[in-house]
T-cell receptor, first 109, second 109 residues
């Protein structure tokens, strides 16, 4: 969806490094989600936020943290990246249906 | 636990019809979504069902039976561009989306 931006689109990093993935949306949606997707697996929810002051853990939050800087911005951080965090990461603002950002392909060596 | 089941892979012929099934067991139900995802791209919204019955949208239709915990996505007049993964997702009682692993649809000429 052109109204959802994720940066970077691709990133290769080393084990132990701190990484931040950024997401911004122009739709004005209060609810935002971060997912990871591994080959052959469904989308797994990492964190979600219903508004700037409301942050909730998803099913696989360990090793991740988030920041909701504004209604339009929701960042995901990997404090100390590990190889099994190699995946495709999607940000998804939501109002009734989820609109997905283009994704960030992260490789941790 | 919560569970969404759909076939891993299906093959169909260009111009034909294919039905992709989804069964679910979730804590509560607030609607079922179908998304299409081309390889390496973000999922895009196809349909939303919250009441029993068939919803038709062009070549795509989606059916829901809440009593059976069952849905299907019907694709008619298949085109090569329909080759993609199709994701089934259920909105549970906490308004969280529970995702199936997706069905990879291969279209042959």
């Amino acid at each position: 969806d052109a109204d959802v931006t994720q940066t970077p689109r691709n990133r290769i990093t080393k084990t132990g490094k701190r990484i931040m993935l950024e997401c911004s949306q122009t739709k004005g949606h209060d609810r935002m989600y971060w997912y990871r997707q591994d080959p052959g697996l469904g989308l797994q929810l990492i964190y979600y936020s219903f508004d700037v002051k409301d942050i909730n853990k998803g099913e696989i939050s360990d090793g991740y943290s988030v920041s909701r800087q504004a209604q339009a911005k929701f960042s995901l951080s990997l404090e100390s990246a590990i190889p099994n965090q190699t995946a495709l990461y999607f940000c998804a603002p939501e109002r009734n249906e989820q609109f997905f950002g283009p994704g960030t392909r992260l490789t941790v060596l | 636990g919560q569970n969404i089941d759909q076939p891993t892979e299906m093959t169909a012929t260009e111009g034909a019809i294919v039905q992709i099934n989804c069964t679910y067991q979730t804590s509560g139900f607030n609607g079922l979504f179908w998304y299409q995802q081309h390889a390496g791209e973000a999922p895009t919204f196809l349909s939303y069902n919250v009441l029993d019955g068939l919803e038709e949208k062009g070549r795509f239709s989606s059916f829901l039976s809440r009593s059976k915990g069952y849905s299907y996505l019907l694709l008619k007049e298949l085109q090569m561009k329909d080759s993609a993964s199709y994701l089934c997702a259920v909105l549970d009682s906490n308004y969280q989306l529970i995702w199936g692993a997706g069905t990879k649809l291969i279209i042959k000429p």
